[in-house]
C-alpha cells in the first residue's frame, strides 16, 4: 500500500520560519539581554584574581558544607587553574548559572501555576515529557535557526533543556502541602497570595530546591553540548578533543567539567538541606 | 438562676448562628440531585442515580451566643461537611446561612476573608499547625493574615498561649510538641483572633483518652469565662453529652434530633439516637435537679418542737429541714433533738439544729452524688448559691430517677421509630 509521507520535517521548518520571521525583532532583544548579562557576569568573574575568587568559593563551601567540601574544592580548582582552563571555566560558570537563574524565574511560577490548577498542570506535563526526551543535541537547530551562533543560542538551548525539572518539582512541592494545612490557611482568612508565600511555598521549599539542582546540573551538561554551536568554555575544548581525536585533552577538559559539577551540586545541596532542617521538627 | 429559666433567657436571645434548608451535594449534577431530594428520594438512590454524594439534607438549626452547640453522629453522616458550610470551607449547595444577622453564603472573597479573620476560627482535627512556624507563629497567624503589627501580634499571641498554659513554650516548633500541647497550640490560634465563633472539627478526637478528658474539663473551664458560641463535632456520645449545652444529631445527612444531653438521653427521637444512647451511663447525664424531691415537709423557726415530731411522724422521716419564709436554709431537725427539746420543755428549736448534713448544688451529675448518699445518715439538701433548698434527695429517690429515666426512655424510643417507619 502505498502511503504519503507526512512532511513534518517541512511543516515544523515553515513553523520555525514563521517565528523567526515574526519575533525576529524580540528575539533580537531578548538575545542582547541575555548575552549582556552573561558577559557581565563572566567580566565581574574575571575581575578578580584567580586566586581570590577560589578563596572565596572555597570559604562559602566551608561556610555550608564543612572543611572536607572546603578541601575538596579547592583541590579541584586549583587543578583546574593549573591547567590553565581558569577563564575557560569562568565562561562555563556565567553560563550556567545566568541560564539556571532564567530556569528558575520562567520555571518556578509556572511550577506554582501547574501545581496549583489542574487543568495547566494537563497542558504543562506532556510538555515536559516531550522536552525531556527529545535528544538534547535537537534543540541546537531552532537555537541556531533563532539566534544564530553564540552565547545566546547556547543559553536558549540550556534554558529549554534544563527548566522541566524545575516545574516538575515545584508543581509535586506546592501539591505535597498536607490538604489540612492549606484547609487551615483558609480557615483563617489568608489571601491566594498569603497562602501562596506563608503557607505553600515555606513547605514546599525542600522539593524546589531538589528541582532546582537537577535544573542546575542539567543546564551544566547543555552548556558543554552546546559548544557545538559556539557557546564556548569548557565544552569548547571537549569539541575539539573530539574532532582531533585527542584522548587525553578530552578528559583534561572533562575533569573540569566534573569538577564544576560537584561543586555546584554540593553547594546547592547543603542550600536545600538548610530549608530541610526547618521541617525537621515534624 | 435555674437550668429550664436559662434555657428560657436564652431562647429569648437572637440566634448568632442560624442555619435553614442547607444542603450540600458533592458529585455531578447537583441540581437534579436536589430535584430527586425535593421528589423525596433519599440519598442512595441519588447516588445510583447521579452518581452524586448528599452530604448534608435540609439541616436546620439555630445557635445562641454563649452555647456549646455540639453536632454528633458517626464518620460519613455529614457533620463535617455541615461545619465546613459554616465558613464556608465548602460551598453550600442551597440554603442559607446567617452569622449575626448576615447572610453568608453571599459573601465575596473579600468579604468572607474579612468572616473568617475576625468573627469565625477553627480548630482541627489532626491539629493542622504549621510545621515550618514556631509556636508563637502558629498562633498569631490570624493576626498576621490580619495585617496586625508584629509587636501587637506577639502581645496577643502570648496572652493566648498563656490561656491555654503554654507560656514559655513559644519558640519551640509544633513538632516539638506532644499531641495534647499541639492542640492547645491550635485553640490558642483559635482563640488569638477573639472571635465570636468557634468551630471545632473533632478537635480532641485525635488525642488518648486522659489527655482528652483533660481537654474537655479545660475548654468547659475556659468557656465559662469567655463565653464563645461553639460548634462542636464529636463521635463521640460521653464527650457530646460532657460538653454540649445542646445537641445534634446528625444521620445521613440529615438532623434526626436537637436537644438538650438530657432530652437526648431520656427521650430519643427514634431508633437511630436510641442505639446511640443505649449505653450511656444515665448518673453521667442526671443532675441532683433531676432526682431530687420536693422539700416536703419544712418547718420554719416559729414552729416548735412538738410540730416538728408531728411532722417527722406523719411523713414517716427521722429528720427534718428548718428553713427561713423564703426558703433559706437554717439546719435540720433530728427527731432525737426534737425530742429531747419537747422533754426540756424548750418552746426554741434553733439551738438544737444539726448542720451535719451533706449540701450539693442542683447541677452536680448524680454520679457524683452516690458516694454521697450511701454513706449520708441524713438526707442530702439541694441549695442554691443563696442557699435556698430547692430539694432533698434520699437513697431512695435517686434509684427510683435512674430506673425511671431509663426504662422511659428506651421506651420512648422505641415507639417513635415505629412511627417515623
Redesign the interface.
Known amino acids: 500500500m502505498e502511503t504519503v509521507r507526512l512532511p513534518l520535517a517541512a511543516w515544523i521548518d515553515a513553523l520555525v520560519g514563521w517565528l523567526e520571521s515574526t519575533f525576529g525583532p524580540l528575539f533580537d532583544g531578548i538575545s542582547s539581554a541575555v548575552v549582556f548579562l552573561i558577559q557581565g557576569l563572566n567580566n565581574i568573574f574575571q575581575l578578580f584574581p584567580w586566586w581570590l575568587l577560589l578563596l572565596l568559593v572555597v570559604a562559602l563551601c566551608w561556610y555550608l558544607a564543612g572543611w572536607k567540601l572546603a578541601v575538596g574544592s579547592a583541590a579541584g580548582l586549583l587543578l583546574i587553574a593549573n591547567l590553565g582552563f581558569w577563564s575557560a571555566f569562568l565562561l562555563t560558570l556565567s553560563l550556567v548559572l545566568i541560564s539556571s537563574l532564567l530556569c528558575f524565574i520562567i520555571g518556578i511560577p509556572i511550577g506554582i501555576w501547574s501545581g496549583k490548577n489542574e487543568r495547566v498542570h494537563a497542558v504543562v506535563f506532556p510538555i515536559l515529557d516531550f522536552m525531556q526526551t527529545l535528544p538534547s543535541f535537537v534543540y541546537l537547530l531552532p537555537a541556531m535557526a533563532f539566534f544564530g551562533i553564540g552565547l545566546m543560542p547556547a543559553a536558549f538551548a540550556t534554558i529549554v533543556f534544563a527548566m522541566p525539572p524545575v516545574i516538575r518539582l515545584t508543581d509535586l512541592g506546592i501539591r505535597q502541602v498536607p490538604a489540612q494545612l492549606v484547609e487551615a490557611a483558609r480557615a483563617f482568612g489568608s489571601s491566594p497570595m498569603q497562602m501562596l508565600f506563608k503557607v505553600q511555598l515555606p513547605l514546599a521549599m525542600p522539593t524546589m530546591m531538589a528541582g532546582m539542582n537537577q535544573t542546575i546540573m542539567l543546564s551544566l551538561s547543555m552548556v558543554v553540548i552546546a559548544s557545538l554551536i559556539g557557546a564556548g568554555g569548557l565544552g569548547d575544548g571537549v569539541t575539539r578533543a573530539l574532532s582531533r581525536l585527542e584522548t587525553g585533552m578530552g578528559f583534561e577538559y572533562g575533569i573540569a567539567v566534573v569538577i564544576l559539577a560537584m561543586i555546584l551540586d554540593r553547594i546547592t545541596q547543603r542550600l536545600g538541606d538548610r530549608f530541610q532542617i526547618q521541617d525537621k521538627g515534624r | 438562676m435555674n437550668l429550664t429559666e436559662q434555657r428560657e433567657e436564652k431562647t429569648k436571645l437572637e440566634p448568632i448562628i442560624r442555619v435553614r434548608r442547607l444542603t450540600k451535594i458533592f458529585g455531578p449534577h447537583p441540581e437534579r440531585a436536589l430535584d430527586m431530594l425535593r421528589q423525596g428520594k433519599d440519598k442512595a438512590e441519588v447516588l445510583k442515580v447521579l452518581g452524586a454524594t448528599v452530604g448534608v439534607h435540609e439541616a436546620e438549626f439555630d445557635v445562641y451566643p454563649g452555647e456549646i452547640f455540639v453536632i454528633m453522629g458517626l464518620s460519613g453522616s455529614g457533620k463535617s461537611t455541615l461545619l465546613r458550610c459554616l465558613?464556608r470551607?465548602i460551598e453550600p449547595t442551597e440554603g442559607e446561612i446567617w452569622i449575626g444577622g448576615q447572610e453568608i453564603t453571599r459573601l465575596d472573597d473579600k468579604a468572607?476573608?474579612?468572616?473568617?479573620?475576625?468573627r469565625i476560627?477553627?480548630v482541627?482535627q489532626?491539629f493542622?499547625?504549621?510545621?515550618?512556624r514556631t509556636v508563637l507563629d502558629n498562633v498569631a497567624?490570624?493576626l498576621?493574615?490580619?495585617g496586625v503589627p508584629r509587636s501587637e501580634r506577639r502581645a496577643r499571641s502570648m496572652q493566648a498561649l498563656a490561656l491555654v498554659g503554654l507560656a514559655g513554650w513559644e519558640d519551640k516548633?509544633?513538632?516539638?510538641l506532644s499531641g495534647g500541647m499541639q492542640q492547645r497550640v491550635g485553640l490558642a490560634?483559635a482563640l488569638c483572633?477573639d472571635p465570636d465563633i468557634l468551630?471545632m472539627d473533632e478537635a480532641f478526637s485525635a488525642l488518648d483518652p486522659l489527655i482528652r478528658e483533660e481537654m474537655q474539663d479545660e475548654l468547659l473551664n475556659l468557656q465559662s469565662s469567655m463565653k464563645k458560641t461553639i460548634v462542636f463535632i464529636t463521635h463521640d456520645l460521653n464527650e457530646a453529652l460532657k460538653l454540649g449545652d445542646r445537641i445534634a444529631l446528625m444521620l445521613d445527612g440529615r438532623i434526626v434530633q436537637i436537644g438538650t444531653p438530657e432530652e437526648i438521653v431520656a427521650n430519643p427521637a427514634n431508633d437511630y439516637v436510641a442505639r446511640f444512647v443505649r449505653g450511656v451511663d444515665m448518673t453521667k447525664v442526671l443532675t441532683a435537679r433531676d432526682v431530687m424531691k420536693k422539700p416536703e415537709p419544712v418547718i420554719t423557726p416559729k414552729d416548735g418542737p412538738r410540730v416538728a415530731l408531728k411532722q417527722m411522724r406523719s411523713s414517716g422521716i427521722s429528720s427534718i429541714f428548718v428553713v427561713e419564709r423564703n426558703r433559706r436554709l437554717l439546719g435540720l431537725l433530728t427527731a432525737e433533738a426534737a425530742y429531747e427539746a419537747t422533754v426540756k420543755g424548750e418552746r426554741d428549736i434553733m439551738a438544737r439544729l444539726s448542720h451535719e448534713f451533706e449540701r450539693v448544688s442542683p447541677d452536680v451529675p448524680v454520679e457524683d452524688i452516690l458516694p454521697v448518699v450511701a454513706n449520708a445518715k441524713a438526707p442530702i439538701a439541694v441549695i442554691d448559691e443563696q442557699e435556698h433548698l430547692l430539694g432533698v434527695i434520699v437513697r431512695g429517690s435517686v434509684l427510683e430517677a435512674l430506673a425511671a429515666k431509663g426504662g422511659e426512655g428506651f421506651g420512648n424510643g422505641s415507639a417513635a421509630a415505629g412511627g417515623v417507619d
Open positions: 465558613n470551607l468572607l476573608r474579612h468572616l473568617r479573620q475576625k476560627s477553627m482541627f489532626q493542622a499547625l504549621f510545621p515550618h497567624y490570624g498576621e493574615v490580619q516548633l509544633p513538632g516539638q490560634r483572633t468551630l
